[in-house]
């Protein structure tokens, strides 16, 4: 019931958004670069691959866009020299965003709902007995997390558009740290704690299928 109540948590905006005729597809995109920390956290991630999509909407106030995403996440961690962690993760993310079409600075905020797996393996390599490998019990769990953002976007070949953002959020999970320091759609969790933090970067990709919507006037 308790995961039930968090998708709740972050679906039903969804689909209240939804509901209003007047949405329609601006852009979808994908993360190019997600979470740029990877590369300077001191986190050893090996394999990794991530991957997010999204899919953006107009909504009824100018310049103000809704977009949903999924994402997917695989890695594995060296925790220890003896100790390897599997990870995969999927989450969902709802994100509000405002626009400015004269400086191409935009800010927001997301919910994000995440789900995550770890399998452990445990190798020792004996000198004088026989190696000894065994797995460590598999832990799975969800996080939620309440995100902002602000960035800056350029147009390259009228259509594609190059974004930059910088994000931080709060995060209530139940997996990661010590698990696994990383949620699906979140990043690195900070803090071996079920309230946890994160900070990052993130370049985008997004094809822009619409410039605007068409408005009819009444008299």
């Not at 690195?188 to 094809?207: D, K």
């Amino acid at each position: 019931m308790k995961k039930l109540g968090y998708l709740i948590f972050v679906l039903i905006p969804l689909s209240i958004q939804a509901q209003d005729s007047t949405l329609k597809i601006r852009a979808v995109g994908v993360d190019v670069v997600k979470n740029v920390t990877h590369y300077v956290s001191g986190f050893d991630f090996q394999n990794p691959i991530i991957a997010e999509c999204y899919v953006q909407f107009f909504t009824p106030k100018p310049n103000h866009y809704f977009s949903v995403s999924l994402g997917y996440a695989s890695m594995a961690r060296r925790a220890q020299n003896h100790f390897l962690q599997s990870f995969r993760g999927y989450s969902v993310k709802t994100t509000w965003e405002q626009y400015s079409k004269t400086s191409r600075k935009f800010f927001g905020y997301s919910g994000v709902f995440s789900y995550g797996t770890v399998k452990g393996e445990l190798e020792i390599q004996g000198n004088y007995f026989p190696n000894y490998k065994t797995g460590t019990p598999y832990n799975q769990g969800i996080g939620v997390a309440l995100e902002g953002f602000a960035g800056t976007s350029a147009l390259l070949f009228k259509r594609i558009e190059t974004r930059f953002l910088l994000r931080g959020g709060t995060i209530i999970a139940d997996i990661g740290n010590p698990q696994f320091p990383y949620l699906t759609g979140l990043g690195i969790s900070y803090l071996p704690e079920m309230l946890s933090f994160n900070v990052g970067a993130t370049i985008q990709l997004f094809y822009l299928i619409k410039r605007a919507p068409k408005h009819h006037l009444t008299n």
